[in-house]
């Protein structure tokens, strides 16, 4: 069955960096794009950032681009997001997702359990 397994969250100080990772299993990851988004305590989902099937395009939300990057390795079936200089609004519990195809536009099916990432000082 499809499993999305993150990791990497915890506690950054603002302007720090952490780095997500998702194992993916249970599919032809090299098939589908992935994307990451967040959910901060008492707020919405948020999109943060997709990547096609074969990494040949990222998109990113206005909140984070430009401090955020998204990467993937299909050899591994892994799917990072590097993020750098944090701000206390990034403080969420993040998803890492599997979209239903090769298009980030595609809508997703499968999700992980999701990690915290807090920004504090």
């Known amino acids: 069955q499809v499993q999305l397994v993150e990791s990497g969250g915890g506690l950054a100080q603002p302007g720090g960096s952490l780095t997500l990772s998702c194992a993916a299993s249970?599919?032809?990851?090299?098939?589908?794009?992935m994307s990451w988004a967040r959910q901060a305590h008492g707020k919405g989902l948020e999109w943060v950032s997709g990547?096609?099937?074969?990494?040949?395009?990222?998109e990113y939300a206005d909140s984070v681009k430009g401090r955020f990057a998204i990467s993937r390795d299909n050899a591994k079936n892994t799917v990072t997001l590097q993020m750098n200089n944090l701000k206390p609004e990034d403080t969420a519990v993040y998803y890492c997702?599997?979209?239903?195809?090769?298009?980030?536009?595609?809508?997703?099916?499968?999700w992980g359990q999701g990690t915290q990432v807090t920004v504090s000082s």
């Open positions: 990547i096609y099937s074969d990494g040949s395009d990222t």
């Open positions: 997702r599997k979209g239903r195809g090769w298009n980030i536009l595609d809508d997703t099916d499968y």
């Open positions: 249970g599919f032809t990851f090299s098939m589908y794009a």
